[in-house]
């Protein structure tokens, strides 16, 4: 049989832990969504910059494999893709890469 002043030790553990498991819980998954939109604005700059430099006259006088070489994440990818959502070309340094469909997402 529990004694009062057990009981209420238990209880209060139970409680702190169920608080401190909350607690890491939205700690977690705040700094996982700060986290994801970080990259992804960061994502948007750089293929921003790529756009306009395909747009310049520089981009014209040079292949544009070549130059979007220049612009590759050192552990990435760039895909180029049309209007209808089709892949026009596709430069990355891993090959693993290449197996990607435009919809997969990477999990980690």
């Known amino acids: 049989m529990m004694t009062l002043r057990q009981k209420i030790s238990l209880i209060v ?5 169920s608080f401190l498991i909350l607690i890491f819980g939205l ?3 705040s700094f996982q969504t700060v ?11 750089q293929a921003a910059v790529i ?3 395909l747009a ?5 006088e040079v292949n544009q494999s070549q ?5 590759l994440p050192t552990d990435g990818m760039i895909r180029v893709i049309n209007d209808q959502n089709m892949a026009i070309q596709t430069i990355t340094r891993d090959t693993e890469l290449l ?3 435009q919809d997969s997402k990477l999990s980690n």
């Open 13 to 17: 553990t139970g409680i702190m832990i």
């Open 27 to 29: 700690i977690y998954f």
């Open 35 to 45: 986290t994801i939109n970080q990259e992804m604005e960061r994502i948007e700059g």
């Open 51 to 53: 756009r306009e430099a």
């Open 56 to 60: 310049s006259d520089v981009a014209q």
């Open 67 to 71: 130059l979007l070489r220049a612009y």
């Open 99 to 101: 197996h990607l469909t």
